[in-house]
């Protein structure tokens, strides 16, 4: 009996496995360390050389700058899965802020060079940096846009959703990290006094509520799409 022929079968296609950055970047080696962190800890400071870019693992970091004044300005916070420190890639010799633990935290520090090796060689990873980088774009020109042209209230209400990173699909909803209401007030661009009122009354209406943590809802967008 002839054997059936397989030119009619096509074997089915092999399931792609996506990249997993996370796995890739615990594998520690040359010029990548894993370092842990307490909380207020700096992980460096404005001015200090830049060599490496850090990655963020868990926990959360402050983003700040100091003018010449000595008055501090929050510009970002950040969560999981965040970059920083990319500045060195693009020919920055120091830092031009400062970085602190917010809370116990555990970052990736990869070495500039190893960084550039490893976006020429992975492309996945350099795919979901380049991702990174531009939304973080976005996120700088939607600041301005806030600064400028919407209430104390409003931009309040904008930083909470984004610290409780909502729009973020890998990321837990409506848990805010550990903030004070003075660097609240310092990503605003308001007084202590002016986020304390409106934290207040965004409780009363059930915008946020404190259950062993700040927790936001999505109501709060409410505040953000009001004209």
Same mark, same amino acid.
């Given at each position: 009996m002839a054997k059936p022929s397989n030119r009619n079968f096509k074997s089915a296609p092999k399931k792609k496995i996506a990249f997993n950055a996370q796995a890739f970047l615990d594998s520690t080696g040359v010029g990548r360390k894993e370092k842990q962190l307490k909380k207020a800890e700096t992980i460096y400071s404005q001015g200090d050389d830049a060599r490496?870019?850090?990655y963020l693992k868990d926990g959360g970091v402050k983003l700040s700058v100091v003018n010449g004044a000595g008055k501090e300005a929050v510009v970002a916070i950040l969560g999981p899965g965040d970059f920083f420190g990319e500045g060195c890639l693009a020919g920055q010799s120091v830092r031009m802020g400062t970085a602190t633990a917010i809370t116990s935290s555990t970052v990736h520090v990869i070495e500039k060079n190893e960084m550039l090796k490893i976006l020429h060689e992975q492309h996945a990873l350099s795919d979901q940096f380049i991702a990174f980088m531009l939304a973080r774009n976005i *996120?700088?020109?939607e600041d301005l846009i806030d600064q400028l042209f919407n209430s104390s209230e409003k *931009?309040? %209400? *904008? /930083?909470?959703? =984004? =610290? %409780? *990173?909502y729009g973020k699909e890998d990321q837990?909803?409506?848990v805010l990290p550990q903030v004070s209401q003075e660097t609240l007030a310092e990503m605003v661009g308001t007084t202590r006094s002016r986020v304390n009122f409106f934290m207040n009354k965004?409780? /009363? =209406?059930?915008?946020i509520k404190y259950n062993g943590g700040l927790q936001v809802n /999505?109501? =709060?967008l409410s505040v953000v799409l009001h004209d």
């Open positions: 490496n870019v850090m *996120r700088i020109e *931009r309040l %209400a *904008r /930083t909470l959703l =984004l =610290l %409780a *990173r837990p909803h409506g965004f409780r /009363t =209406l059930g915008f /999505t109501s =709060l």
